[in-house]
């Protein structure tokens, strides 16, 4: 009989289309995958002991990637066309879950993502961390796959 064991969450892969798989696309984290049901209540005539609450729609949140900063990243030139230049170029991506031999667990793909937040961790001389940069982006909705 097979052992039952939850995955771990820090074997993944983030892969965007517009950009080739390298490590300029590495990330440390990446939160912020959920997905909201909205609901809207409806009262019914002559009953008073509750509401029906009917489904409208669904709601994304936008996801945050994590890293290491890098200068000169194809990225990064992709979110500063569109911060700075207001120049969108809305791409795909997938994030992949992994096991301990590599292979894809589960995978989530995000439709038309473009970049809504960057910012840079503090600057402390009495520390010695690594800078990291924070990427957010907004997507219309994400499958699992």
């Known amino acids: 009989m097979e052992i039952?064991?939850?995955?771990?969450?820090f074997h993944f892969n983030v892969n965007f289309e517009s950009f080739p798989s390298d490590q300029d696309i590495s990330f440390q984290e990446v939160s912020g995958l959920t997905v909201d049901l909205q609901t809207e209540d409806f009262v019914e005539g002559?009953?008073?002991r509750f509401t029906?609450?009917?489904p409208i729609r669904t709601n994304y949140s936008?996801?945050?990637?994590?890293?290491g900063l890098m200068t000169g990243s194809a990225l990064i030139q992709w979110v500063k066309r569109a911060i700075e230049n207001f120049d969108f170029?809305?791409?795909?991506l997938t994030l992949t879950l992994l096991n301990e031999q590599h292979t894809p667990l589960t995978a989530w793909h995000l439709v038309h993502a473009y970049p809504i937040q960057w910012s840079?961790?503090?600057?402390?001389a009495e520390a010695s961390?690594?800078?990291v940069e924070?990427?957010?982006l907004n997507y219309q909705f994400f499958r699992s796959i």
Do not use: I, Q, W
Request: proline share 6%.
């Open 52 to 54: 029906h609450k009917l």
């Open 129 to 131: 961390s690594v800078v």
């Open 120 to 124: 840079v961790s503090d600057f402390n």
């Open 134 to 136: 924070t990427l957010k």
């Open 62 to 67: 936008d996801v945050t990637l994590k890293r």
């Open 4 to 9: 039952y064991r939850p995955s771990v969450g």
């Open 46 to 48: 002559g009953e008073n």
């Open 89 to 92: 170029h809305p791409t795909n």
